[in-house]
C-alpha cells in the first residue's frame, strides 16, 4: 500500500503542555484512519499540522511524499479537508460556496457544475443549493462544507469531528461517501471525540492522549468503547 | 503568484454578494454628498454660524465651496470608509472562521491576499467615481451652473482624492491578518486618521504619504508632485507586506 500520508516524530506544543509530542501515524491509500481522543487530546493540533496551519516545532509531514512546508499547488490539490468550521460563506447560496470551492480547490471551470452536480447529490444537498449559508440550519452547513472538502475528488481526505451537528441520515451519507471514496483509493483521516459512526468505520483507530498516541483499537472488536476508555486511562496513569 | 487568477474570481464574486461593501459604499457617497449640498445651500441661505465653521471659501455659495466642502469631507470620511471596507475584506475570514478552508489549496494564500487587496481598489475606485459623479450632479441640482474648467480641476482632484485614500488605508488589511479579526484594522484605520490629524497640526503634512492627497486635494499649490507620488510607496510597501503575512500565518491562537 502507498502512504499518501505519513507524519513522522511531529511536536508542537503550546503554552501550558497542550499540543502533540513526537508524534507518528501513517495513512495509506484506500485506508480510513481515526484518531480518537477526549477533548485536548491533541487531535486538532496534529490535523492542523497535517493541513500547514500550524509548523512542527521538530519531526515532519509528508503529503504524498512531499513535506507540507514545501507542498506547492500539485500536492495541495489532491487534498480535500474541513476542520471545526465549514468554508461557508453566509451571503453565498450553497451552490456558489460549493462552485467556490472547487475552483479553490483546482477544479478547472468547465468540470466545476458536473463535480458540484455529484457531491450535491452524494450528501443530498438538493434543497440547500440555493438556500444561503447564514440561513442554514448548523447540520447542513456542516454538510455543506463537508461537500466543499470533497468536491474535488481528493487523494487525501481529511476532517476533524466531521459528523458534528449531523443528523442520522447526514451521518449515514458521510459514511457512504468515506467508504466508497476509500474504495476508489482515497487515504482519509478523520478524527473524534468519541466513537462515533465514522470513527467505527475505520480500518485503523489511533487513540491519542495528552499530545502522544497512546495505543491502537481494534474496529471489530466487541465492546470498542471500554477498550477506549482503558487505553485513555492506562495512558493517564502512566503518566 | 499561485492561483491568482482564481484567486481574483473568486473574491470578484464573494464581493459582489456583499452587503459590507455595498453598503459602506454607499453611506461614503450618500454621506458626502448630502452633507455638502446641505452644508453649501445654508451657507447660501447666510446661515452665519455654518460660514464660521467651514471657513471663507464655502461662504461663496458656489462650486468653489461645495468642492471646498465636499474634499474636506472625503479627506477622512474615505480613509474611515475604505479602512473599514478592507478590514471586513480580509478579516470576516477569522471572524467568520472560513480562514481554515483557505489553507491546503492550490491557491496560495498570497495570491488571495493580493485578489481581495485588488477587489478592494476596484471598489474604492467605483465608490471615488461615485462619488464625484454625485458631487457634480448635486451642484447642479442646487442650481450652481455649468461648471467651468476649475470646476472639472476640483472635481477630477476629489476623484484623486478619493483613490489615493484608498491606498492610504492599505494597513488596516495588514492590521486584519496580524491582529485575525476585523477589529485591529478599524482600530489601525482610525490611527491613519488620528495621525493624520496630528500631522497636519504639527505642521508636517506635505511630505506625510498620510495626509498629502488631502492637503493636495483642498490646496494643491501646498503639496508637490514628489511628495504626491509618495503615496504610492504606502500600498508599494504594505500589500505585498499583507500577502506575506497572510501565506506565513499559523493559526494557533
Known amino acids: 500500500m502507498t502512504a499518501v500520508l505519513q507524519v513522522r516524530g511531529v511536536s508542537r506544543l503550546f503554552a501550558g503542555g497542550a499540543g502533540v509530542r513526537a508524534m507518528d501515524l501513517t495513512v495509506e491509500a484506500g485506508q480510513i484512519h481515526a484518531v480518537v481522543g477526549l477533548n485536548g487530546a491533541g487531535k486538532s493540533t496534529l490535523i492542523k ?75 443530498d444537498l438538493g434543497a440547500c443549493t440555493r438556500v444561503r449559508a447564514g440561513r442554514m440550519s448548523l447540520g447542513n452547513r456542516q454538510r455543506l462544507g463537508l461537500a466543499a472538502a470533497l468536491v474535488h475528488d481528493p487523494r487525501l ?65 466487541v465492546d470498542i468503547e471500554r477498550a477506549f476508555f482503558a487505553t485513555v486511562h492506562a495512558a493517564e496513569a502512566a503518566s | 503568484m499561485t492561483g491568482l487568477g482564481t484567486a481574483l474570481a473568486v473574491e470578484l464574486l464573494k464581493a459582489r454578494s456583499s452587503r459590507v461593501l455595498r453598503w459602506t459604499g454607499t453611506l461614503l457617497v450618500a454621506g458626502v454628498v448630502v452633507l455638502s449640498a446641505v452644508m453649501v445651500a445654508a451657507a447660501r441661505s447666510g446661515r452665519e454660524d455654518v460660514v464660521a465653521k467651514l471657513g471663507p471659501q464655502a461662504a461663496s455659495g458656489d ?45 496560495t494564500r498570497s495570491a488571495i491576499a493580493l485578489a481581495k487587496t485588488a477587489v478592494y481598489l476596484l471598489w474604492t475606485a467605483v465608490a471615488a467615481l461615485a462619488l464625484t459623479v454625485g458631487v457634480a450632479a448635486a451642484g447642479l441640482l442646487s442650481g450652481l451652473g455649468a461648471p467651468d474648467a476649475s470646476t472639472l480641476g476640483g472635481l477630477g482632484r476629489l476623484l484623486v482624492l478619493g483613490v489615493l485614500s484608498a491606498w492610504v488605508a492599505v494597513p488596516a488589511g495588514l492590521a486584519a491578518v496580524l491582529g485575525r479579526g476585523l477589529l485591529p484594522g478599524v482600530a489601525v484605520t482610525v490611527g491613519v486618521l488620528v495621525a493624520a490629524q496630528v500631522s497636519v497640526v504639527a505642521g508636517a503634512g506635505a511630505w506625510i504619504p498620510l495626509v498629502a492627497p488631502a492637503l493636495w486635494a483642498i490646496q494643491p499649490s501646498g503639496v508637490t508632485g514628489p511628495a504626491l507620488a509618495l503615496v504610492a510607496v504606502v500600498p508599494l510597501v504594505v500589500v505585498p507586506a499583507t500577502a506575506w503575512a497572510f501565506d506565513r500565518i499559523q493559526l494557533d491562537r
Open chain 1, 49 to 123: 499540522l497535517v493541513l500547514g496551519m500550524l509548523r512542527p516545532a521538530a519531526g515532519e509531514v509528508l503529503v504524498a511524499g512531499v513535506d507540507v512546508r514545501t507542498a506547492g499547488p500539485t500536492t495541495w490539490r489532491q487534498v480535500g479537508a474541513m476542520v471545526e468550521t465549514p468554508l461557508a460563506y453566509p451571503e453565498l447560496d450553497g451552490l456558489t460556496n460549493l462552485r467556490l470551492a472547487a475552483r479553490l480547490h483546482g477544479v478547472a471551470p468547465a468540470q466545476v457544475g458536473a463535480r458540484v452536480d455529484t457531491v450535491v447529490r452524494e450528501l
Open chain 1, 157 to 221: 481526505v481529511v476532517l476533524d469531528e466531521p459528523t458534528n451537528a449531523l443528523d442520522p441520515s447526514g451521518v449515514i451519507r458521510l459514511r457512504e461517501s468515506l467508504q466508497r471514496r476509500a474504495a476508489d483509493g482515497a487515504a482519509v483521516l478523520v478524527s473524534s471525540h468519541h466513537l462515533d459512526e465514522v470513527a467505527r468505520i475505520a480500518r485503523t483507530i489511533t487513540v491519542v492522549a495528552d499530545g502522544l498516541v497512546v495505543g491502537t483499537l481494534d474496529p471489530t472488536g
Open chain 2, 63 to 107: 462650486w468653489t465651496a461645495l468642492l471646498s466642502v465636499a474634499t474636506q469631507v472625503t479627506s477622512a470620511a474615505s480613509v474611515l470608509a475604505f479602512g473599514v471596507g478592507l478590514s471586513w475584506l480580509i478579516g470576516r475570514e477569522f471572524a467568520d472562521g472560513t480562514v481554515q478552508g483557505l489553507f491546503a489549496l492550490p491557491v
